[in-house]
């Protein structure tokens, strides 16, 4: 299984940031056995053009978005940000090629779905699932999509620039009262109350995994494997535990492994209390991923 990684395109950030950017490596650390682990190409400025608006792309590269944006982002800008936002997208379009040929492939960053077609938010900058979309049909190498997002937090960025595209259905199951606050409709979105757990969870995902699936009859399933509904994350409302996270992966590798559709997996957040704790929650998913092999198309 191919395993594309960024953490080596370092983000500077300021002492006492809260973003856990250290998890990559880790992960990195921990995965070395699981499969071939490979550095993806950046997407240039065309690739980008796919799911985002040239002004966008050329005030992010060049250092003019606007102090209030950059805010919203969460990270200060530097070129350092620029390249590894780049990357970061380049790893799941290398996912979702590595995918189509092998059956499943995985990028161990990713998940950057609060980034919309002119805006970024949420420590993201551009979207990496809709940037995957809209080259891989570009590509010629796939034109359905399910996108099944299990970050805590809705895919916002992702349900707008994929809004009116009858063959990329969005799929989001996340915390009903997350950030963030001004939502795009994906085409199924499950908000589940505070607190809830892995059996009603995992009750949820099904349901919704049969009827994305019917809907979207997928050559391609990009998954974002989101480690925060852990009931030890620090911003996300729900409970799971990584036994019903562990699970929560089984169901969506055996869903696509039982329609034999492959699979391209992005990380999504994570910002448990331990770092230790998102890290192996993970880690769970990429060695699931590893052991549950889907057919090629």
């Not at 059956?103 to 995957?132: E, K, M, Q, R």
């Not at 757990?197 to 399933?221: I, K, M, Q």
């Not at 590798?253 to 329609?259: K, N, V």
Request: some cysteine; proline content about 5%; glycine content about 8%.
């Amino acid at each position: 299984m191919k395993i594309f990684f960024t953490d080596i395109f370092e983000l500077p950030l300021p002492d006492g940031h809260r973003f856990p950017m250290e998890k990559y490596r880790l992960l990195r650390e921990a995965v070395t056995d699981v499969g071939e682990l490979m550095v993806p190409d950046a997407l240039d400025d065309e690739q980008l053009a796919r799911a985002h608006d040239r002004a966008y792309i050329d005030a992010v590269c060049q250092g003019r978005v606007e102090e209030a944006m950059m805010r919203r982002i969460g990270f200060p800008w530097s070129p350092q940000l620029v390249e590894r936002s780049r990357r970061s997208a380049g790893a799941t379009l290398a996912a979702g090629r590595a995918a189509l040929e092998d059956g499943v492939a995985v990028n161990i960053a990713g998940g950057t779905h609060h980034a919309g077609p002119d805006f970024g938010a949420g420590y993201c900058v551009f979207n990496d699932s809709a940037l995957a979309v809209r080259n891989l049909r570009h590509e010629a190498r796939a034109r359905r999509f399910l996108i099944v997002d299990t970050d805590v937090h809705p895919g916002n960025g992702t349900a707008a620039i994929l809004a009116g595209d009858p063959e990329a259905f969005t799929l989001s199951l996340h915390g009903a009262r997350n950030y963030p606050f001004r939502r795009f409709d994906s085409d199924l979105d499950i908000a589940l109350p505070d607190g809830t757990g892995d059996e009603e969870y995992l009750d949820t995902l099904a349901r919704s995994l049969d009827h994305g699936f019917d809907r979207a009859r997928p050559e391609l399933v990009l998954y974002v494997s989101g480690a925060d509904p852990f009931t030890g994350d620090k911003l996300g409302r729900l409970a799971l535990s990584k036994d019903g996270l562990a699970a929560r992966d089984r169901m969506v590798f055996a869903a696509c492994r039982e329609r034999e559709v492959p699979v391209a997996v992005a990380m999504g957040g994570g910002y448990a209390r331990a770092i230790a704790d998102t890290v192996a929650i993970h880690e769970k998913t990429v060695r699931l991923a590893a052991a549950n092999r889907i057919p090629a198309c």
